[in-house]
């Protein structure tokens, strides 16, 4: 059924890098076969799943979208992957993304841009666009993809999906090429609350080869779809509703407000005060990170390597120069500036700090409230080469959403009407490893 959606819509859609037609057929057959056994069956066994091109696929093409990756075809699975071929779900292909994570619009894709299933002249968000355009026109079922400042939820809330952000080490990163080691996470992206539910059990928990996976007890997530949200103490940061956020996505969330106080709920504005500071600071940590991880790609170890090089030195040059896009360079050397002696304390070390501060905003609201509520994005989907040459307005899609990756909670963006035909997303922020209550709430508008 997938491979005949995608056979109708993908030449409209551009969601995929790579399909996987043959495995996957035989994967569904000897599913079928199974069909017949009386064993339990997990409740996403057959499942059709679409996977992020920077989640490792053994013996599938993994690119990040990256030039540099163009023939890497790794030798392991990452844990995620593990977890899903034991919840016997079906890999169809990998999905397209902004290169290395690195942007909001898919645009960033060495390869191709993916399209807004629900007006093709915009873009799907990024960097996850092809995992949310791929479940939104029906490609898919469910998709993973990953999130270091908002690659999940920015485009689930441009393509009407449901998507998590899970609590920083509750997914395990092994097998997620690194893009920012403290920020990223992988999560789900699903039409239903209830799918969402059951992928993120599927891939969540304790992992021995991921020393920042959290030894934390995975609860019942669907357990907590029930309903009932009397007495939920809800608040509303008055910096998520300001300045630069459109007046139908404000107007969305006030309605959204509403459902949930007739089911029983309570909102009051609140502050977080060094929201301001998010998006240099996410800039800065991620940037410096990223310089260090792609530093493993040398043209040596794996992928695209220059042809007739002068010297080892000449080697790492030109397979660089030639390999990364623009955006990956203009990060790595922001990076490398922001780490370098004399700057250091000045960039890093600041933004660590500040870092420190936005998390304990956060916290103090967490204090004496459930969840916090707000826009995931300032607007709806933009389009196509609308922002490509002003890489600050870029940046600026992600107001909103990196503020919890930095202090490392979970959110999920959920959708919330419609502004011109265009879909809106709500953003449900919650407290450490609290995904259940962000998914009771979300569910009670399903
Ligand atoms: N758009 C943001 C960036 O370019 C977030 C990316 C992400 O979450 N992977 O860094």
Redesign the pocket.
Known sequence: ESYKRISEVEEKVQAFLSLDEEKARETAKKLDEKLHLDESKGLLFGMPIGVKDNIVTKGLRTTCASKILSNFDPIYDATVMNKLHNAETITIGKLNM?EF????SNENSAYKKTRNPWDLERVPG??SGGSAAAVASGEVLFSLG??????IRQPASFCGVVGMKPTYGRVSRFGLVA?ASSLDQIGPITRTVEDNAYLLQAIAGLDPMDSTSANMAVPSFVESLTGNIKGLKIAVPKEYLGEGVKEEVRQSIFDALKILEKLGASWEEVSLPHSKYALATYYLL?SSEASANLSRFDGVRYGYRTENPESLMDLYKKTRAEGFGEEVKRRIMLGTFALSSGYYDAYYKKAQKVRTLIKNDFEEVFKQYDVIIGPTTPTPAFKIDENTHDPLTMYAN?ILTIPVNLAGVPGISIPCGFDNGLPLGLQIIGKHFDESTIYRVAHAFE
């Open positions: 902004d994570a690195m942007g909001s990024g960097s990953s999130d270091t400042g908002g690659s893009f991620s992600d």
